[in-house]
């Protein structure tokens, strides 16, 4: 009897060591899964922040090579050059300052020809955050597709870095939770 008993306990155990081996190992995987998909998703907020900075820089380059207040200034007087050399050469009468706005007028046309080639420009990049943004976008976590959307249109719909800037510190909130508070010593409120 004491053998059947001896038995009965050792199945017993060896049962009960499996079903505890095998929620070890369940928690192990869905642990070591939560850190994988931790692992993609901080990926993944790096890429959209990396693709947000290159939209931002090249935004930037744009609007000062070609909207800056000293282009404008530039091409006004190449187009004011242009007007004065073609009316000086067509004998600097009132008739001719008509002939003359010609080329003036080609100066300006080209700069606008330009930078609409160099807006278009952006594309890609505004692509390339589109691209970066949209896993996150999509994420089960609502905070984290709300904060990742945010920074998604604040980058693609204005230029304001302040905002691009405040709607990343955003995700980051999200994704990190809140910077802790600095203690302060006991007495002070």
Known sequence: ?????????????????????SWLTQRQQRAAAAEAEREQRLAQ????????????AA?????ETWLSRTTRWRVGGMAAIE????????????ESAVGALAP???VIELWQR??????AALAPYAAKVAAAGLPLGMVGDPELATAAQKLMDTCLEGDNEDEVREAITGLRTVFYGPAPRPLTPAGEA
């Open 1 to 21: 009897m004491i053998e059947v008993a001896v038995g009965v306990v050792g199945a017993v155990a060896t049962l009960v060591g499996v079903w505890f081996g």
């Open 45 to 56: 907020m790096q890429q959209l922040v990396i693709a947000v900075s290159e939209m931002m």
């Open 59 to 63: 935004r930037a380059l744009y609007q």
């Open 83 to 94: 007007f004065w050399s073609a009316w000086r050469m067509r004998g600097g009468s009132w």
């Open 104 to 106: 003036s007028a080609r």
């Open 114 to 119: 330009r930078s609409v080639e160099e807006a």
